[in-house]
């Protein structure tokens, strides 16, 4: 069965650029009930952390410091087949490539100035969501406590 939640993260790029309201437009449009939402700052070990599958890469140092550089706002979204659903509305992970409408074709800077993470995988995302958000901060759309299964 698909999942039902995906994870995604404002990147400092659009925050700085005042985008946060126009982003969380097009997730409610597209469906997306926004069940957590949280504005912070990471640290260098949360965002080492969040991004340790890049660890070796070239553009993780860059990746690192990027992230940490001003706040984000994070969110946990619902949606029957959310991870999926959400890669397409937010499109490739470089804008030059991305589909027209899609956030990152809106928003985006540059491959790595890309506006918004969303999970790649059902087990990623429940991951992501249970790292920033305790179940007493999250919520389902009749407004109670979400539970997310293993
Ligand atoms: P995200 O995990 O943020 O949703 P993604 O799954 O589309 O993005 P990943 O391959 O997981 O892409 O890369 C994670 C992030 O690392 C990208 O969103 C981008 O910010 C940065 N990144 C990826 N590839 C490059 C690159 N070639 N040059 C610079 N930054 C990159
Ligand atoms: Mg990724």
């Keep these: ?23 969380l437009q097009k997730i409610s ?10 504005y912070i700052k990471l640290s260098h070990s949360q965002a080492s952390y969040f991004y340790a599958i890049h660890k070796g890469k070239p553009f993780y ?6 992230m940490t550089s001003g706040p984000i706002v994070i969110a946990i979204l619902e949606k ?8 397409k509305l937010i ?3 470089d804008p030059a490539k991305a589909n027209p409408g899609t956030i990152r074709k ?3 800077e540059s491959i ?3 506006a918004v993470h969303g999970s790649d995988s059902d087990l990623n995302a429940k991951k992501e969501a249970n790292f920033f958000f305790s179940k007493c901060d999250r919520f389902d759309r009749n407004g ?3 539970e997310i299964s293993d």
Excluded: C, S
């Design 61 to 66: 140092d860059e990746l690192v410091e990027f």
């Design 80 to 87: 029957e087949n959310a991870v999926e659903d959400y890669r």
């Design 29 to 38: 449009d597209a469906g997306f009930w926004i069940a957590a939402l949280k």
């Design 106 to 108: 809106l928003f985006a």
């Design 91 to 93: 499109g490739n992970t």
């Design 112 to 114: 790595q100035r890309n």
């Design 144 to 146: 109670n406590f979400l």
């Design 1 to 23: 069965m698909k999942g039902n939640i995906t994870f995604t993260i404002i990147k400092p790029g659009a925050v700085a650029h005042e985008h946060i309201g126009d982003i």
